[in-house]
């Protein structure tokens, strides 16, 4: 899944020095209804989907996507759909922070 940075989104929300209006960024996945993308400083921050319009909507097969209780999405691949794992990865967990630069830098190579 491509996403836009959006102009108005990006003042409007104060992500400026983030999210650069007009850059396009591959969706790691859905938290919350929520992007996580890789930031323009390779942060995989979660920012809100109304501050990007999408470009390509096509999402990998292997998702594991499920619903909250309010019917709010949440998708990922499965290795980084396990409960806690964003947590260790900004924790600084050694084999957290490697799964997931194994799993991005696969997507961003087929995305290629």
């Known amino acids: 899944m491509i996403v836009r940075a959006i102009q ?4 409007q929300l104060g992500l400026g020095g983030s999210l650069t209006p007009g850059q396009d960024y591959s969706v790691i996945g859905i938290e919350a209804d929520d992007y996580r993308v890789l930031d323009d400083v390779g942060r995989p921050y979660l920012y ?10 096509h999402e990998p097969v292997d998702w594991v996507s ?4 309010q019917g709010e999405r949440y998708a990922y ?3 980084l759909n396990e409960p806690g794992f964003f947590e260790d ?3 600084g967990e050694p084999g957290a922070v490697a799964t997931f630069w194994r799993v991005v830098n696969a997507r961003l190579t087929e995305a290629a």
């Open 8 to 11: 108005t989104a990006v003042d």
């Open 48 to 57: 809100p989907a109304a501050a990007f319009e999408i470009i390509d909507a």
């Open 66 to 69: 499920e619903s909250g209780d």
């Open 77 to 79: 691949p499965p290795v």
């Open 89 to 91: 990865f900004f924790d």
